[in-house]
């Protein structure tokens, strides 16, 4: 009888796209927040032939894709200008990781049609399913006084030889601690000292495959085809004075958001928002004290693009 669980994840960046990285449990091992969700993404072909009685044929089952969602914590590597284990994870969302030695590592998206992809190895008690030439999207969740989060979707080729019986193998995790949204020196619009409790950044990537009847399942790939950013934050209603989220979005201004979330060195993250747009505002209710909450896109310049989003470890 298998445990439901008893999960674990290892992600490595893929050399070559498709071909598995082979990630380890010593040195690849994520740490997740509750269960994964593992999908086999059926293309059934139906046949419609006419039968003289009720019923069709059976469907001809055409394995598309495999995909892995799950939530991890947000958190550096604990040293400085070194990548965490979440490095191959980021950069098969098509996110351009740049190190800056003993200082900094920063995220950026990137518009590469075809980047970077993730080796994910899953396995469930008994059971590895082994995931290849995988890319995916991202949404970093942050509340006041609670574990930054992050949820991750990933998808990736197809086999119908990704299950297999192994042993659950014993993983070494990384210790750094996660961070909790606190000392966020938060401000929308340049507009600081708010008091804020909640923010949302959905990366908003839009998964496509690209086809090839030579493939084996007739799909060569995965790629990141477009990527439609948003996010939401909810704060204190202020005085019009202060921020009037109703000239913001009348006049579609394009404002700017920074947040932190503090841990030890190694372990602090900031992030910067550019081009924002907000939708129409709403009002909101915590404990009686009236919140504004803001849904908004996140949008290019004309004048520049991969900027909008910088996520950086310091």
């Known amino acids: 009888m298998y445990r439901n669980d008893k999960n674990l994840i290892l992600a490595k960046i893929e050399t070559v796209y498709g071909t598995d990285s082979t990630p380890a449990a010593a040195t690849n091992a994520i740490i997740t927040k509750g269960n994964p969700t593992f999908e086999v993404v059926n293309n059934a072909k139906t046949r419609d032939v006419p039968l003289g009685y009720f019923g069709?044929?059976?469907?001809?089952?055409q394995g598309d894709a495999l995909k892995l969602s799950f939530t991890t914590e947000l958190k550096g590597s604990g040293t400085p200008g070194s990548s965490s284990r979440y490095s191959p994870l980021f950069r098969a969302?098509?996110?351009?990781?740049?190190?800056?030695?003993?200082?900094s590592v920063t995220y950026t998206p990137n518009s590469t049609f075809e980047g970077e992809s993730v080796t994910l190895y899953f396995h469930t008690d008994g059971t590895l399913h082994k995931l290849l030439g995988c890319v995916g999207s991202f949404q970093i969740k942050l509340v006041s006084e609670d574990i930054v989060t992050i949820d991750w979707t990933f998808t990736g080729l197809y086999s119908s030889a990704h299950p297999s019986t192994v042993t659950f193998p014993t993983a070494t995790h990384e210790t750094i601690a996660p961070i909790i949204w606190k000392g966020a020196s938060f401000t929308l619009n340049s507009v600081a000292n708010l008091y804020v409790q909640e923010m949302s950044l959905d990366l908003g990537n839009n998964v496509a495959k690209r086809l090839n009847a030579n493939a084996a399942t007739g799909v060569s790939r995965y790629f990141v085809s477009q990527r439609e950013s948003k996010g939401s934050v909810l704060f204190e209603a202020e005085t019009?004075?202060?921020?009037n989220p109703y000239t913001l979005f009348s006049n579609s201004t394009q404002f700017n958001i920074s947040a932190a979330a503090s841990g030890v060195a190694g372990n602090i993250c900031s992030l910067a928002?550019?081009?924002?747009?907000?939708?129409?505002?709403?009002?909101?209710?915590?404990?009686?004290?009236?919140?504004?909450?803001?849904?908004?896109?996140?949008?290019?310049?004309l004048s520049a693009g991969n900027n909008e989003i910088v996520l950086t470890f310091t």
């Open 93 to 103: 969302c098509n996110m351009t990781e740049s190190v800056s030695s003993g200082v």
């Open 56 to 61: 069709k044929l059976a469907p001809v089952n």
């Open 240 to 243: 019009l004075a202060t921020i």
């Open 273 to 301: 928002i550019t081009g924002a747009i907000v939708e129409p505002p709403k009002y909101s209710d915590k404990e009686n004290v009236q919140m504004y909450d803001l849904a908004y896109s996140i949008n290019p310049t």
